[in-house]
């Protein structure tokens, strides 16, 4: 009975807390006229949002191919059995000799067919997938297969094109506009991961405009940063929205396993297809050059050269021998705060403006001189690498690729501002690519190596030399803040 009489009471006191929370809403709706959270036009019910996500995988997939590349790799060695079967007259004769042999390396991605031409399909890819291999084939809706060309690629925006030819009617994608994504987006990742043919993952964008993400290389790409599953097998493949457009090219993950951790890029559609066209229509990619070698301000840097109300920009420290920033008037010293009023916070703000842009653009820069404010037009010229390679040789900014380090010939003025001793010879560090190896290592900025293997280093020449000879495990002897440490790299 007394159960009885509290299940009533709990009851009751239910019932009332309810009448009174919804005449308080009710009330509190009435006297600020507050409107619906979800305007019904534009909620998208998971009913519908489960309907697109059937869509795409039924009619966008087709879209995507399987690209299986090989490549014939030569390899020497010594075989010690010569030695026994040579003529024992002629003992030069007897010395083993080196050898020759062949294997076949077989790699895997994905592309997604971009445009037709008559009897020709062209396919954007990753130039990581298709870079250096004597054999490409595409693999379409698991039953048909097509030996492809290259028709060019361009590694600083990892993106290639390649081509097959056939009378069979494929489906074209979908392409978008990239500049229109926004972090939230949900997205589909479609590709080939591991070999599964027309693997799909969901996921959203989670970041945009990532920059130097994991590469000792040079990148003149903003990537997409999303959490659809990626993994080995994915590269080349496209990152789709929910109308089923082609949003960007899936590049890399970010993982330490070699698997998807929720963190992968995608080189934005609009970049991919303007380099895709350049590709198409010349065979080849031409980049702007400004011809300066340049460094982000940082705190510390605005406090070492006491630069009075400047908070951000990018300080030039050479400029190059008959370069558009030479003819232009741009000087050593210089401070370029703004590209065609555009704010300069970031090196990427200009690197990736410059290198995107075509030769024979017209830019303005906001530059600051001693003080005072220039405005300064530049006409972009046409990036040559090998002239940057010798300019970077003569200026000092060498890239070591494969360690993800910038350096720079030691000088008096960098012994004063690093505190290095006079007895001391070295290269210097002058920038560290984010997850690099060297950045991995906790190399930094204004690190000085001045020893590798025990062998001492005069310069940067010396450090090229002696690791080009060296295959791994290389000890780097660093002086750090009156410190000497040791990193093997």
């Known amino acids: 009975m007394k159960r009885y009489f509290l299940f009533l009471f709990v009851l009751i006191t239910l019932f009332s807390c309810k009448e009174t929370i919804t005449t308080s809403t009710n009330d509190s709706m009435d006297k600020n006229e507050a409107k619906p959270v979800f305007i019904s036009d534009n909620f998208l019910s998971i009913n519908e949002l489960q309907s697109k996500l059937h869509s795409i995988a039924n009619n966008e997939t087709t879209s995507v191919v399987f690209i299986g590349t090989e490549k014939i790799i030569k390899q020497r060695y010594m075989d010690p059995f010569d030695f ?43 130039n990581h997938v298709v870079e250096d291999v004597d054999k490409i084939k595409v693999t379409v809706d698991q039953k048909k297969f097509y030996d492809a060309k290259l028709v060019g690629s361009d590694p600083k925006v990892d993106i290639a094109v390649i081509r097959i ?26 590709g080939n991961p591991f070999g599964l043919y027309g693997t799909m993952t969901f996921g959203i964008v989670s970041a945009l405009g990532r920059t130097d993400i994991g590469s000792d290389k040079l990148n003149l790409t903003n990537f997409i940063q999303t959490d659809a599953a990626i993994n080995p097998g994915n590269s080349g493949g496209p990152l789709i929205n929910l109308d089923g457009e082609v949003i960007g090219i899936n590049t890399m993950i970010y993982s330490q396993s070699g698997g998807n951790i929720g963190i992968g890029f995608a080189v934005p559609v609009n970049i991919a297809k303007k380099t895709a066209d350049q590709l198409i229509d010349k ?49 050593t010293g210089d401070i370029i705060i703004e590209l065609n009023g555009k704010t300069l916070k970031k090196a990427s703000d200009l690197a990736l403006t410059i290198g995107n842009s075509k030769p024979g653009t017209k830019i303005n820069l906001t530059i600051i001189r001693e003080g005072r404010k220039l405005s300064v037009d530049v006409i972009l010229g046409v990036r040559d690498e090998e002239k940057i390679a010798q300019d970077n040789s003569e200026k000092g900014g060498n890239i070591l690729e494969g360690y993800g380090i910038e350096l720079t010939e030691l000088n008096n003025n960098l012994r004063d501002k690093y505190n290095i001793p006079s007895y001391l010879t070295g290269a210097l560090i002058t920038r560290v690519y984010q997850n690099s190896k060297a950045f991995a290592s906790g190399l930094r900025e204004g690190d000085l190596i001045f020893k590798i293997n025990n062998r001492n280093i005069k310069s940067v020449s010396d450090v090229e030399k002696i690791l080009k000879d060296s295959n791994s495990g290389n000890y780097f002897f660093i002086f750090r803040n009156g410190r000497e440490i040791i990193v093997m790299m």
């Open 283 to 331: 065979g080849k990619v031409e980049h702007g050059y400004l011809g300066i070698y340049f460094q982000e301000l940082t705190e510390e840097s605005i406090k070492t050269l006491d630069l009075k109300d400047i908070e951000y920009g990018m300080l030039v420290n050479s400029v190059f021998e008959n370069s558009p920033a030479e003819k232009a008037g741009i000087k």
């Open 84 to 126: 026994f079967f040579k003529s024992p007259w002629d003992w030069d004769d007897r010395m083993p000799q080196p050898k020759e042999r062949e294997f076949k390396q077989s790699g895997l991605g994905s592309g997604v067919i971009y445009f037709k031409k008559g009897k020709e399909y062209f396919i954007i890819t990753n």
């Open 165 to 190: 030819e056939t009378n069979d009617n494929l489906q074209v994608a979908k392409f978008g506009d990239s500049d229109k994504v926004r972090v939230g987006n949900f997205v589909i990742a479609i």
